[in-house]
């Protein structure tokens, strides 16, 4: 009997990504035993790009391991385009970026961080959520190459949920924390990474994007915040404090003070005020009153 008993691959429309995107959802029920099936309905995104995954299973120590493989190739209508697909999966917390889409043939099988799963003889139906997006780019420039490098990187930024590869040269260039510390011979400079706990793989990435690319993401900007801080990287860290602050809502309002005021951050805290001239602050006062009371409620259970 093959490991993947039922495999079904549907693809949603996710408004978050934009239109060049497709969620792409691997059902499957393994057992107990490897084995691996290929799927072969590769999804279209964007008239861009087609992307196929592979599916397998694998019994080592007595723990199955669950991976997923994908493989790309250019939609007919984009082979004069340069193209470059993304590819995200929290629960496998991968996230491949800029991955070049070939012309003709299909691209090597690119394998995902595996997966551990439950012992051998037990069924675990599994979904895997992946997030695929294609886009048209420009010719590349150095520094697009040298963000998508590989070869030559000598560090690592480290988390518990994995690591980015990244350049000394370009850490020290963006941190003087960071030049201070690979210029002397700290532990990290000796293992060549540097681990930052609390940290997710996915704000080492938008920090990668930052020094490499000069983008600041939409989302995930509090922990980015944080680190600009902490590693004294002032540019992203005004980046930041301006995007929070362009995008407060009457909602978010008191979530973000409180914020800036538990994280020392007064820059933000002032970018706040200035900015909610224009929003419903009568809402925060609610929520903020609200939660004094929720506050005031548990100390009393506590002391019963």
Known sequence: MPAVEEVSLVSLANTREGSSAVMVALSMTCKGESGEVVILMPKIINKLAWVKFRGSTKVIEGKIKFSISFSSVKHILAKDDCVKINVRSKLFKYSAL?????????????????YNMLETGKVHPTTVSIVVTAYKCKKETVLSKLYTDSDFTDFRLATSEGSVPVHKAYLAAHSDVFKAMLSNEWKETTTGEITMKGVTIETLQHLK??????????DGLRPLLLIARCYLIEDLEQHCIRKLAENVTGKSLFSLLEFACDNNIPELSFALVVMTENIDVNHANKLKNKKAVLDSQKSKKSQQ
């Open 98 to 114: 800029s991955i070049d889409v070939p012309n003709n043939d299909w691209s090597k099988w690119q394998e995902m961080r595996p």
């Open 209 to 218: 994007e930052y020094m490499y690319l000069g983008t600041v993401p939409n």
